[in-house]
């Protein structure tokens, strides 16, 4: 089990987390809970602890020093390779507070009140780093580590060189040890893909790989990472690397992407195996939720297509209109989802690329760019290489589109709605004699009426009650200066039903009631006469 510990100075906070975890990841990790900093650095000298998820605020101690503390008590043990993951908790206005964390290497930083798939995520990342800090602690001789390192650039050499006649290859073949390879061999090419699209480093990759293949049964003869930064490896037997990909599984480590060739017997078989391998691990981009693919499995070899401008500058031209029904449907037609998954990777880059040029950077030069969520969308659609499976990154694109095409239909209606809106006062002021109400007014200007509620506020700042008792009572007042007039007669022609209900209305909003307000005007009226 891992080894992690909680420190808050809220207790509902640690038991919070601890039960969070704990069903999340049961029987993973041997938690232990601290209220501040003091409690925690004698907790760690007592036993240390893998994972620590830490508060920056607490009396006492506080995070940032408990973490200074907890560094110098690590750099004191014997050894000195395997560290603790520290992850902050910490609330908005901390963020420049935690900046100073940034110099003792924290691995995550989370905002509270704390999301639960943050948290997990964070816990999944400390998993790999120390799995990575594990095997960098059992690294080979020097020696050893050079051998595999030549062996690695002759084998890339191997695969990669075009011209190479077949008695090179033989040479090459025994130098990096193809004879004792047991036969049938597979190539396998894998790369470990993070959640935001980012790729692990080749060095971690493979330590991480060499960690997970020790108890996996088989040998690999022979490793390099291509041009693309793919890790190649040979070896058998077959069911290696499947097991390879289920022990990450197990882990819950779901980055790792992995594409097998066929089988092969002579040398001569290797560069097809070693194409072959690359064309299955670009389909895991394209099946979903698929981690590694079998080039057996491969019903048809991937196509690509000359990329659809006129549908796509359709798709710019609908943007702030009610026709989502059409932009969903010419999106699944442009990137050819009804032919998924027989459809090259590079046709998506270039019908995503193009949509960002002609679709998105159009409508944010046009419209500006001042709405902040659909902008943190954006940037992340912008590249198909920020996610692990196409379905994601459709997804995500999608919800793009529409959340742009609702941005833009909302400032086009701002232009219109004003003038609607405008309209609608003048109505209410011609006709405030009359018993209006919210539908017939909305009605009128050809508004759906809880829209219309809403602009209508937006607009004039009150609702259309208060604003339509004022237009009244306004009116009541200058007829109020003809004494002839009874009071029940002014109500009744502002549009109040009786005179009980006018007086009430008019002492709501003036704290007068009608006959004190004349008796006052007049009053004033008669003072100020010569």
Do not use: W
Not at 151 to 171: A, F, H, I, P, Y
Not at 283 to 309: A, G, K
Not at 411 to 435: C, F, G, L, Q, W
């Amino acid at each position: 089990m891992r080894s992690l510990m909680i420190v808050d100075d809220e207790k509902n906070i640690r038991y919070g987390l601890k039960m969070m975890i704990e069903r999340e990841f049961p029987g993973v990790y041997d938690i232990r809970t601290a209220s501040q900093g003091e409690e925690a650095l004698e907790l760690y000298g007592e036993r240390a602890a893998e994972i620590i998820v830490t508060d920056i605020r607490m009396p006492g101690m506080d995070g940032i020093r408990f973490i200074e503390k907890l560094v110098d008590e690590a750099e004191a043990q014997a050894d000195k390779t395997i560290k603790p993951v520290v992850i902050i908790l910490s609330g908005y206005d901390d963020f420049e507070y935690a900046k100073a964390a940034i110099r003792y290497q924290v691995k995550e930083y989370l905002l509270k009140p704390i999301r639960r798939d943050e948290l997990f995520a964070a816990l999944r990342k400390s998993e790999e780093t120390l799995i990575r800090q594990a095997d960098m602690a059992q690294r080979m001789a020097a020696g050893e580590a050079y051998l595999d390192q030549l062996q690695s650039v002759r084998l890339k050499e191997m695969l990669e060189r075009e011209d190479m006649t077949g008695e090179e290859m033989q040479e090459l073949s025994g130098l990096i040890g193809f004879p004792s390879i047991v036969r049938p061999y597979r190539l396998a090419a894998i790369k470990y893909v993070y959640e935001d699209g980012s790729l692990m480093k080749k060095e971690e990759l493979k330590q991480l790989i060499r960690h997970m293949m020790e108890p996996v049964k088989g040998r690999i003869s022979a490793s390099f990472f291509d041009g693309e930064s793919r890790m190649v490896l040979v070896g058998s037997p077959d069911e290696q690397f499947q097991e390879l990909s289920r022990r990450f599984a197990e882990r819950e480590l779901d980055g790792l992407m992995m594409g097998i060739s066929r089988a092969g017997k002579t040398v001569a078989d290797i560069r097809e195996a070693y194409r072959q391998a690359r064309t299955a691990l670009q389909y895991t981009f394209i099946y979903p939720n698929v981690n590694l693919m079998c080039h057996e499995d491969i019903q048809e070899e991937p196509r690509s297509f000359p990329v659809p401008e006129e549908d796509i500058r359709k798709i710019g031209n609908m943007l702030g209109t009610d026709r989502e029904r059409e932009i969903k449907g010419l999106l699944l037609s442009v990137f050819r989802i009804d032919q998924m998954p027989h459809v090259k990777i590079d046709y998506l880059e270039r019908v995503g690329k193009r949509i960002n040029e002609q679709v998105f950077d159009e409508v944010f030069r046009m419209y500006g760019e001042s709405l902040v969520e659909v902008l943190k969308l954006y940037r992340k659609v912008g590249s198909i290489d920020n996610f692990r499976h196409f379905h994601d990154y459709f997804r995500s694109l999608e919800h793009l589109m529409l959340s742009v095409n609702e941005y833009v239909r909302g400032i086009r209606s701002a232009h219109s709605e004003h003038t609607e809106i405008k309209a609608a006062v003048e109505y209410m002021e011609k006709n405030y004699h009359r018993p209006l109400n919210m539908a017939m007014v909305s009605n009128h200007v050809s508004l759906n009426y809880s829209y219309f509620s809403e602009a209508f506020k937006a607009h004039t700042g009150e609702s259309f009650v208060v604003y339509l008792k004022k237009i009244r009572i306004n009116k009541a007042k200058e007829l109020l200066q003809n004494r002839a007039m009874r009071l029940g007669d002014i109500g009744n022609s502002v549009g109040f039903e009786n005179a009980k209900q006018f007086s009430r209305v008019f002492k709501e909003l003036e704290g007068v009631s009608p006959h004190e307000y004349r008796v006052k005007m007049l009053s004033e009226t008669e003072k100020g006469a010569p």
